[in-house]
């Protein structure tokens, strides 16, 4: 899986360069390519935003730079991703259908956003990770690059996608390790049973509570 970030801060990005999504890189698993905005500016300022028509506070990204950005990884087989909090809302159904894609350029804003008439020519598709202020599309891409690099081969061990919360529509159900007893609280007794059909009954029981209790809005 490739995936080509459009950004005025790839230094942001070297967070990924940790734990799985890490390991999945060094495997070449998957690739991701950060592409400097600033670099395709014209101006000998190195200039890529520029004040709103119109009015009003803050600085708007310039098309043509972003454009130019765009055209240095063009590929008419991509999906065309702008991070941005009018989008539709990411979730594991969004994630897992994304990954089904070989390459996603993901264009992320900063300030207060991009030219209207660039995202027009080359948006696919506009996502969101939700409803609330952030100073940059940065970090969206990062939780989608980190949620869809999950379901690419090879990434997870083989059985670990399947047991996590949400493939089922409900939350996981709680875990315990060593020690037996913490501050006097005992693992639940079944889970020391090594009865498999018990613990796999206590544990969706377990996943159905904890969901009515905490999530009931995901509850179909
Ligand atoms: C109006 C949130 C503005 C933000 C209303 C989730 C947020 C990208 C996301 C903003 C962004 C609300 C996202 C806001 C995001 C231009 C650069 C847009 C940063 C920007 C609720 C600032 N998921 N936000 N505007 O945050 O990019 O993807």
């Not at 049973?193 to 904890?210: A, T, V």
Request: aromatic share 8%; charged share 35%.
């Amino acid at each position: 899986m490739k995936f080509d970030v459009l950004t005025l801060f790839p230094e942001m990005f070297e967070l990924l360069n940790q734990s799985i999504i890490g390991k999945a890189i060094e495997k070449d698993l998957i690739d991701i390519k950060l592409i400097n905005i600033r670099d395709f500016s014209k101006d000998k300022h190195k200039k890529v935003d520029d004040t709103p028509y119109g009015g009003g506070a803050g600085m708007i990204m310039k098309p043509d730079v972003v454009y130019d950005a765009y055209q240095s990884v063009k590929d008419e087989n991509a999906k065309v991703i702008y991070m941005s909090p009018q989008g539709k809302p990411l979730n594991q159904k969004k994630v897992e259908e994304l990954s089904k894609e070989n390459h996603l350029i993901i264009l992320c804003g900063h300030y207060e956003g991009i030219d209207q008439r660039v995202l027009d020519k080359i948006v696919d598709e506009e996502i969101s990770i939700g409803d609330y202020v952030l100073t940059g599309g940065e970090i969206p891409a990062m939780v989608l690059i980190d949620s869809v690099s999950r379901y690419v081969k090879g990434v997870l061990k083989e059985d670990s996608i399947k047991e996590e919360s949400f493939s089922n529509g409900l939350l996981e159900y709680p875990q315990y390790t060593r020690p037996e007893v913490f501050e006097g609280m005992k693992v639940p007794e079944v889970l020391l049973s090594g009865h498999h059909e018990n613990i796999e009954k206590w544990r969706k029981e377990k996943s159905l509570e904890m969901t009515k209790k905490k999530r009931p809005d995901i509850l179909k």
